[in-house]
């Protein structure tokens, strides 16, 4: 009889929805790479866990990366230095390589609270509008 009641007991706050949220929970950005931009679904995250659903447009015909900097500078005011953002001037977080036209890739990283630029640095992309902005909220 007392194995019912829990059950019972269970049943009722499953559902009322009364559990717990989560604090871990992971988030999802999908970034598309064009070929002249990234573009976010959002532009703001809770730091934590956060998984980046890439796809590179297909067509663009480009082979694009996606590459995570923590920096307090803009994402249009990094540096480049032969057509590339010198990666090791900043804190890199993560990055997914060689995302062909009309490809899918993924990435999961933990984000500490912060601002955040992604680029595609293969040469010239950046200078080209492919970089984009993301905020990491505590």
Do not use: W
């Amino acid at each position: 009889m007392r194995f019912v009641q829990h059950v019972m007991i269970l049943a009722s706050i499953i559902a009322l929805g009364i559990f717990p949220a989560r604090g871990d929970a992971q988030q999802h950005v999908s970034a598309t790479l064009l070929s002249d931009a990234i573009q976010l679904d959002i532009s703001e995250v809770k730091a934590g866990p956060v998984t980046f659903d890439v796809r590179n447009a297909a067509d663009n015909k480009l082979v694009h990366e996606l590459v995570v900097l923590k920096t307090s500078l803009a994402d249009n005011a990094l540096p480049v230095h032969k057509g590339q953002v010198p990666e090791e001037k900043f804190k890199k977080i993560g990055e997914v390589e060689d995302v062909a036209p009309g490809k899918s890739r993924h990435l999961t990283i933990k984000l500490a609270p912060g601002h955040y630029v992604l680029v595609c640095n293969k040469p010239g992309h950046y200078s080209m509008g492919m970089h984009a902005s993301l905020a990491a909220t505590p």
